[in-house]
C-alpha cells in the first residue's frame, strides 16, 4: 500500500500480485491488488478483478468500497 499512496503504481501492482500469490484465500488480497489497477485507469480489469474477488469472498468490505469507486 506504500507504493500506492506515494504514487508508484506499477511497483505496487507488482508486490500486490506476489503477495497475492502467497495469500490467494484472503478477499483483501483482492483489494490490495485492485487499487493499483484503479489508479492506472485500466477499469474494466479492475472491475473484473474486483467481480472475482466479490464472487468468492462476498461479504469483504474492501471489495465493496473498490466496486463502489468505479460507479
Given at each position: 500500500?506504500?507504493?500506492?499512496d ?6 505496487a ?6 503477495a ?36 468468492h ?15
Amino acid at each position: 500500500m506504500l507504493e500506492t499512496d506515494l504514487g508508484h503504481y506499477e511497483e505496487a501492482l507488482h508486490w500486490a500480485r506476489r503477495a497475492f500469490r502467497l495469500e490467494p484465500n484472503w478477499g483483501n488480497s483482492y483489494y490490495h491488488v485492485s487499487g493499483p489497477l484503479l489508479f492506472l485507469g485500466d477499469d474494466a480489469t479492475t472491475e473484473r478483478w474486483l467481480t472475482e474477488g466479490e464472487q468468492h469472498f462476498p461479504g469483504t468490505m474492501r471489495i465493496q468500497i473498490m466496486l463502489a469507486y468505479l460507479d
